[in-house]
Structure formats: structure tokens, C-alpha cells
């Protein structure tokens, strides 16, 4: 199998896998199948190809303990849908999405808490040039999604409650609203100052490890 390769079927001598198929439903029948023989039907070109393949562990070395056939897959589709019916199935995705921006930001405090920050895998804006890059071999549907992915995060990121940031802002006006006085000027600018100081310092540290990677 190549990169580029259209997964048309997946099947075991008994069960096939979903007819819709998705990169999530194809590794759930690979995970429950370690050791045992796959029959995956791909699509190359105009020519259909048969491969049997035995899901083994330790394949990621993440997840030594799950079965794996070790595939990179990715969805990939092109079919218009009327408005109503994008809006309908882009919603979930979109919640989808902000929780994994959600649960990612909380790793990264997690991480903070503990002693041991992981900006490494946060992409900044030259980093983002070769992300998009990526997308753009795969279409443009594949680049509007980014694009949306890239708006959730700054949805989430600016509502932080970080000095500088409108969650910021917001959180003094919630603090103004219930001590029923305006906060002292003095300590908001201050506040402010050290928001921007923070999210400058992050800035620089996250351009620095992209053009790390540049030479990596």
C-alpha cells in the first residue's frame, strides 16, 4: 500500500466494517483484531488492489498495548451538500473540534501545573505555513477545514481569562459587576502590561521551536 491509496472495504472472514467508512470506524475493527487477518479492498488509480494485513501491537509506540497495522488515515471528501444539510452535519464536528482545542489547552496547563510545560507540539505562525502547505496537497475543503479548526482556536484563546485578552476583560467585568465599583485603573493597566508581556515571551518561544523544526 501507497500513500494516496482509497480504502474502499475493510473486512475479516466473518464481519465487515461500516459501509461509511471513517479513519475512527477503521481503526476500531483494526483494534479488536490483533493478530488475526484483515482483507483491506484500496483503490489506486483505476485499479482495485486486495491486501491482507495482520494488525500487530507495539506498532505505536505510544500505544505498545493496542493493535495496529500501522496506516496513516485520512478523510477525504468532495461531495457538495445543500446548505442545510452542511449546516446539520458541520455542527457536531464543530463541537468536536472545540472539545479537543478544550481538552488540549487543559493539557497544556495540566502539563504547567505539574512542572513540565509542552510547548513543543504548539504550532505558531511559521510553523503554520508548512501545516498549510500539507492542507493544500489535499484540497480546498481540506484548507477550509484547517481554517475553521485555526478560528476555534483563537474562539477559545482570546476568551481565556488572560490580562490583555478579551476573557480577560470579561472576567474584570464579571469582578466589577459583583463588587459593584470599577476595579482600580492602575491595577487593570498593570494587569495588562503583564498579559502582553506573558503573550509576547509565548510568542517568541513558539516561532523559536518552529524554526527549530525547520532544521530537524
Do not use: C
Amino acid at each position: 500500500m501507497i500513500p494516496g491509496d482509497e480504502i474502499l472495504s475493510v473486512s475479516d472472514a466473518t464481519t465487515k466494517a461500516e459501509a461509511q467508512l471513517t479513519p475512527e470506524s477503521v481503526i476500531e475493527f483494526v483494534r479488536s483484531r490483533g493478530g488475526k487477518p484483515i482483507d483491506i479492498r484500496t483503490l489506486r488509480g483505476a485499479e482495485e488492489i486486495e491486501t491482507k494485513i495482520y494488525p500487530a501491537h507495539s506498532v505505536i509506540a505510544e500505544e505498545a498495548s493496542r493493535p495496529a497495522v500501522g496506516l496513516g488515515l485520512v478523510l477525504v471528501e468532495n461531495d457538495p451538500l445543500p446548505l442545510l444539510e452542511a449546516m446539520r452535519v458541520a455542527m457536531p464536528m464543530t463541537i468536536d473540534k472545540l472539545l479537543v482545542v478544550a481538552d488540549g489547552l487543559l493539557g497544556i496547563f495540566r502539563n504547567a501545573l505539574d512542572g513540565a510545560p509542552a510547548l513543543q507540539g504548539i504550532v505558531g505562525p511559521v510553523g503554520l505555513v508548512g501545516v498549510v502547505g500539507e492542507a493544500s496537497q489535499h484540497g480546498i475543503g481540506t484548507i477550509l477545514a484547517l481554517a475553521g479548526f485555526i478560528s476555534i482556536n483563537l474562539v477559545i484563546v482570546n476568551l481565556l481569562p488572560i490580562p490583555a485578552l478579551d476573557g480577560g476583560r470579561l472576567f474584570i467585568l464579571a469582578l466589577e459587576s459583583v463588587i459593584r465599583r470599577d476595579a482600580p485603573r492602575i491595577i487593570v493597566a498593570a494587569l495588562n502590561s503583564v498579559g502582553i508581556v506573558a503573550i509576547i515571551v509565548l510568542m517568541i518561544t513558539v516561532t523559536y521551536n518552529d524554526i527549530v523544526r525547520l532544521f530537524i
